[in-house]
């Protein structure tokens, strides 16, 4: 199989498989149904959608354009006469969706479905004879560059060498796996190279079997699903459709119910990549599986890996789950471009360990308070709902109790959550007035504000993010740096979603007898009260720290048909004008990361890191594919010091915390694990640097803004 270049998507809470499933009988007759969905379809969107597109001829094109290659993503399928063939609908679709024409969908299709079919000999009839290792040849693993081929010989051609790479994978695994039994026992009965390359090549043949059982269990329904989201899609990237099935996955990730190892996962093309850690989760406590990791491969304990890529999301979910206590091994594909074999011992994703949670450190005889917030939560299906809010305005009390000078608010990865709580939050931190703006379609902007004058905490505060810190933490962050209430540390920008989304069962449009699903829809901007929107633009943080995501395509801005930034007219608010020393402090902290190794270290990291990611070339002859490999090991041990960074501050448990930590073991190993990670986490000591120099004017000051 073939590799693609990374490109990492983050969707509001998950992105929906390229292949749903509710099951209808694969048919070219026209059903009803279908017809139904896409009129449903066209007038919600044209009608209810924040920023409604124009359904033309350029419409008609891109709509086109992203059916193929959700379809054919890595172009082993159709050949250059059926696009041909398939550009008379180019600037017709528009047309069909105003008439319920699917003739459109239909051929292309019947066509897929024929070249598939076709496909299942070309893998078989390759893999049963042995490559030749030794022949020079090159595979470019940039999609973007890949052509259709002309002829079945320039395909069959693209399956050779696509083959090829797979199995010439799994040999070099072979290979080095030989190698380390050998140094183990002397007595270890070494196989023959020709051995060990059949059973690549029968490897291989077992993944290419699966991955057609897979295609052959998929529906009429899944494919003409792909086509509806290309159509929904045309309109921002958080604009889709769920069938009935996917609906409901929806609402049990809604409802926050969490299993397995505690990461979210998201389907692109050919591929399971890492979307987000859930904060206390396995993955997250083990520490080597990051978002952007790329999973090939899935192993129950110590049993054959089972090759996932081309796998349907669902299955890829049900092979990496499990029961509590037992061991999965991920092959991942990183984001520097190794692979690498993570162990994880499943575990229940513990719901508490979302929550609002704080520890104590001391610097220069000083206390400060970190307080980390994992999403804007909140549950009005509990009967005693827990609320980010009330939890955080509790976690001040208690640390106020401490007597601590100041607080570190941690943002990082934050992917956002209720609205509500954002405002309530930031109410704890300013006297009451305008935090965010919110607007409708062709309506005003509506400014929402805090309304309690009280403020919770009145101190030095710093507030750390990263490029992953989105929606609800972009508004938080960008209420406190417009009222110049905190010291914003982190990425250079944060993830940048200034939108909100809205679902919206689509069976109220229609008297059919079955369930057709639901439209998940942009519906709002979010607007500072700066004026400027959230929107690609994020929230630009006041000290940038490096990071390996820095040189990234990893924001709202690298998604396609992202709403673009604008502004409002800027509300009416007062600066919280309390510190003394504001702006010396920023400069200090630029002057210290500049000059600091690590810091140093970490941005050429990304810069090799991101080097590496364009590097697309792949050699299938076995000793450059290792030159290729081993040279990658070499320069990346040029970052291993970062491994070894520590701090020589303290981490520990708020008091009212430490009896709970004695008496309740898990509690404990948790805590533990969490204080040893913020012990080795440079950006929470940069921003601890930063909070202990903030220094407040002797009295409270409002200046008019």
Not at 473 to 492: C, H, L, P, T
Not at 533 to 558: A, C, F, K, N, W
Request: hydrophobic share 35%; glycine share 4%.
């Amino acid at each position: 199989m073939m590799i693609r270049k990374l490109k990492i998507f983050l969707p509001l809470l998950f992105l929906v498989s390229l292949f749903t499933s509710y099951q209808t009988n694969a048919s070219t007759d026209t059903d009803p149904k279908d017809k139904v969905l896409i009129t449903i379809l066209k007038y919600v969107l044209t009608q209810g959608h924040y920023e409604p597109k124009e359904i033309d001829d350029a419409f008609s094109e891109n709509v086109f354009n992203s059916f193929i290659e959700n379809l054919d993503p890595s172009k082993r399928y159709f050949l250059q006469s059926d696009i041909d063939e398939f550009s008379a609908y180019k600037h017709q679709i528009d047309d069909q969706i105003n008439n319920e024409d699917l003739s459109f969908f239909y051929l292309v299709y019947e066509r897929l479905m024929e070249r598939t079919k076709e496909s299942k000999s070309y893998y078989k009839d390759i893999l049963a004879t042995k490559f030749d290792f030794n022949k020079k040849e090159t595979l470019d693993a940039d999609i973007d560059k890949l052509s259709f081929a002309k002829n079945k010989n320039e395909l069959l051609n693209a399956w050779y060498k696509q083959l090829k790479f797979s199995t010439l994978s799994r040999l070099y695994d072979k290979l080095n796996d030989q190698d380390d039994k050998k140094k183990e026992d002397e007595n270890y009965v070494v196989k023959s190279f020709d051995e060990l390359e059949k059973e690549a090549r029968e490897s291989t043949l077992e993944s290419m079997n699966d991955l057609y059982e897979r295609i052959d269990e998929l529906t009429y329904s899944d494919w003409f699903s792909t086509y509806i989201n290309c159509i929904a899609e045309e309109f921002d990237p958080h604009t889709s459709y769920f069938d009935p099935t996917v609906k409901k996955r929806f609402d049990i990730s809604m409802a926050g119910k969490l299993e397995g190892i505690g990461a979210r996962l998201q389907k692109k093309n050919d591929y399971t990549s890492v979307s987000e850690l859930i904060s206390g989760g396995p993955a997250w406590k083990q520490g080597e599986l990051e978002v952007g990791d790329l999973i090939l491969k899935v192993a129950q304990g110590n049993n054959e890996p089972l090759d996932i890529v081309g796998m349907r999301l669902d299955d890829a979910i049900e092979y990496i789950k499990g029961e509590k206590g037992t061991e999965v091994k991920l092959t991942v594909k990183k984001i520097d471009g190794t692979t690498k074999v993570i162990s994880i011992i499943r575990d229940v994703v513990e719901i508490e360990e979302t929550f609002v949670k704080s520890s104590v450190v001391k610097k220069d005889g000083k206390t400060f308070g970190v307080i980390n917030l994992p999403k804007f939560y909140i549950d009005f299906g509990e009967e005693s709902y827990r609320n980010s809010a009330t939890d955080m305005a509790r976690e001040i009390e208690r640390l106020k109790k401490e007597n601590v000078d100041g607080l570190v608010i941690d943002l990082r990865n934050n992917g956002g959550g209720s609205l509500e709580t954002a405002i309530e939050i930031s109410g704890l931190f300013i006297n009451k007035g305008p935090v965010v703006q919110v607007k409708y379609r062709d309506r005003e902007p509506d400014v929402r504000k805090d309304e309690d004058p009280k403020i919770q905490w009145d101190g030095p505060l710093v507030i750390l993010v990263n490029e992953l810190s989105a929606s609800a933490s972009e508004i938080f962050a960008a209420a406190m740096q417009d009222y110049k209430r905190a010291v914003i540390i982190g990425g250079k920008q944060t993830y940048g979603k200034g939108t909100v989304q809205s679902v919206l069962d689509i069976n109220r449009y229609h008297n059919l007898k079955e369930d057709i699903g639901a439209l998940k829809m942009t519906i709002q901007k979010f607007y500072r009260i700066n004026g400027g929107s959230t929107q690609l633009e994020g929230v630009h943080s006041d000290i940038m720290l490096p990071s390996r995501y820095s040189y990234m395509e990893i924001g709202e801005r690298d998604l396609p048909n992202a709403l673009k930034f604008d502004k409002v007219k800027q509300a009416s608010y007062n600066l919280w004008n309390n510190y003394d020393n504001f702006d010396q402090v920023i400069n200090n902290s630029k002057k210290r990361v500049a000059s600091n190794k690590y810091f140093k270290l970490i941005d050429n990291n990304a810069k090799w890191l991101k080097s590496a990611q364009d590097d697309t070339l792949i050699h299938l002859d076995l000793e450059d594919y290792k030159k290729d490999i081993e040279t990658n090991k070499t320069q990346s041990l040029q970052f291993k010091d970062l491994k070894d960074f520590t701090t020589n501050l303290t981490y520990a448990s708020p008091l009212y915390e430490q009896d709970l930590v004695k008496s309740d073991v898990d509690l404990a190993d948790k805590r533990t694990a969490w204080h040893a990670s913020l012990k080795k986490d440079i950006y929470v000591e940069e921003a601890i640097n930063v909070l202990s120099e903030l220094k407040l004017k002797p009295a409270y000051h409002l200046v008019k803004n």
